[in-house]
């Protein structure tokens, strides 16, 4: 098959089963919104008529300002359809935020409910009053770029990635051919249970439809409600964030539901800790569960299943289509089993030249075409990759590197502990010491410091184990899992700082 683009994709698709429904949106209030598939199509046609007379076309940029749901899926179709690369935004950012971002994304139209003042807009009241004019057929358009993603990244100014590549559908793609090892493809379900705005659920979400998959979209997500969600509509595939993960798997009675129709899990979006792999292999079998690392830069992936996962705990696989390399500061490769950052370097694909930052300079690369983001891990004698953690939150305390991921990762074997963010503070002995903001299991009883400090030492060296910690309601996680360890710590000594 030849590639189509996005936008054709989907009307051949409602031309092949027109009342087959594309899309099953789940509301937070557990009631439910079906999208045919002629549905689909027609809405899509609609709004881009509607972006068009507000400015949008071929190498424009549109932005989706818009909380999970049908409209914000059809408005993306729409914009494909017209050749202008689609950024998805949160609905939700203060104006602050709001301002930087689309002084550097300068798009053609904005999508929203936004007070915009100069700016082209299009509210979601129009994109509901949007009706299909009587003129001709759309052209058909590929939209190249056809995707850019929003990220603050570790230096909190805004900055946009760019993916290069025509927005086409390939079913020899090595990304499709990677959904299709999963088991995902024509007739299964996919479940999102991310935020729209974030790279997992804007890009599984429509590649799912462009695969002919059926897509359940979760308004946000509900640990108790995606449960039910996975057993009414034999969902088959589904990728998670790790909190996502422990939330599920903290539910009472999880191991007695039914989540037999599941062929494939996929753990992404930041390191997971051992024991809650191990609970999710036992779940649903280790050839259903799978382990990824990339970035939203795109620029390589690492791979592997649950029963590589047994002979490799801990890793998050081996290359998939992707050279890995561990370097030091000095630009060298580090010895097998030693922490240095990662640098990874796709070999096919359409993003196999790299992306393109806006608002920010390139990310950092190797002279022979290597790119990190800013991740430290390392490799086994295998190949394997582990991830230590991010490295601008590596706290170096006493002059010893201690990454949080590994501090959360034993703090949330805790039964009492819902979810964790370990953070350095300041400390004029130590330089940094560790801290760990505790969420409660039930706030009304939190663990004892003497407790935590004795759960951590019994599985950690004793310079990792946190000399501090504070209990708080609930982290600062965004919908997609994300926590801002930098925000974290500014919060906590500010509060320490009050209560002098």
Not at 37 to 56: I, N, P, V
Not at 101 to 108: D, G, M, T
Request: hydrophobic residues 40%; charged residues 20%.
């Amino acid at each position: 098959m030849a590639p189509v683009s996005f936008g054709r994709r989907i009307a051949e698709l409602a031309a092949l089963h027109p009342d087959a429904p594309a899309l099953v949106f789940a509301r937070s209030d557990a009631g439910e919104q079906v999208v045919s598939w002629s549905e689909l199509d027609r809405r899509g046609d609609d709004m881009a008529r509607l972006l068009a007379d507000h400015g949008a076309g071929q190498g424009s940029m549109v932005a989706v300002a818009l909380p999970n749901s049908p409209q914000h899926m059809m408005v993306t179709i729409a914009a494909w359809r017209l050749g202008a690369c689609v950024l998805p935004l949160r609905y939700d950012l203060p104006d602050w935020e709001r301002t930087r971002l689309l002084a550097v994304a300068a798009p053609s139209v904005v999508v929203g409910d936004w007070p915009l003042g100069d700016l082209p807009g299009v509210s979601s009241a129009q994109l509901d009053d949007a009706g299909r004019a009587l003129a001709e057929p759309l052209p058909d358009r590929t939209a190249d770029p056809a995707i850019a993603i929003a990220t603050s990244g570790s230096t909190g100014q805004p900055k946009l990635i760019v993916s290069p590549g025509p927005g086409t559908y390939d079913p020899d793609a090595p990304t499709y051919q990677t959904a299709q090892q999963m088991g995902s493809g024509p007739g299964q379900v996919q479940l999102v249970p991310a935020p729209l705005y974030h790279t997992n659920g804007f890009r599984i979400s429509h590649g799912a439809l462009d695969r002919d998959e059926l897509v359940v979209l979760m308004e946000r997500f509900d640990a108790q409600l995606c449960a039910d969600l996975i057993e009414r509509h034999q969902v088959t595939t589904m990728t998670m964030a790790p909190v996502m993960l422990l939330r599920l798997a903290r539910l009472a009675g999880i191991e007695g539901r039914d989540f037999s129709s599941l062929r494939s899990v996929l753990q992404g979006a930041g390191p997971c800790p051992p024991w809650l792999v191990r609970f999710w292999i036992d779940l649903v079998g280790p050839e259903r569960f799978f382990v990824s690392y990339g970035a939203s830069e795109r620029v390589g992936v690492t791979f592997l299943r649950g029963d590589e996962w047994l002979a490799h705990p801990g890793s998050v696989g081996r290359g998939l289509n992707t050279e890995v390399r561990i370097l030091d500061d000095e630009g060298l490769e580090v010895a097998t089993g030693e922490v240095g950052e990662i640098f990874l370097r796709q070999t096919t694909g359409p993003t196999a030249g790299g992306h393109l930052y806006l608002g920010a300079p390139p990310a950092k690369q190797s002279e022979d075409g290597f790119t990190s983001v800013g991740d430290m891990g390392w490799l086994d004698e295998d190949g394997y990759l582990y991830i230590a953690d991010r490295r601008v939150d590596m706290i170096v305390s006493g002059g010893a590197n201690v990454f949080p991921a590994e501090v959360e990762a034993a703090l949330l074997e805790h039964s009492e502990v819902a979810d964790c963010a370990v953070v350095g503070l300041p400390d004029e002995e130590w330089g940094s010491r560790v801290h760990a903001v505790i969420e409660p299991a039930d706030p009304k009883a939190p663990p004892s410091t003497g407790d935590l400090r004795r759960h951590c030492r019994e599985r950690l060296a004793a310079y990792k184990v946190p000399k501090s910690f504070s209990i708080t309601d609930r982290l600062p996680r965004t919908e997609a899992g994300k926590l801002n360890h930098a925000a974290v710590a500014a919060q906590v000594a500010e509060r320490a700082d009050t209560a002098r």
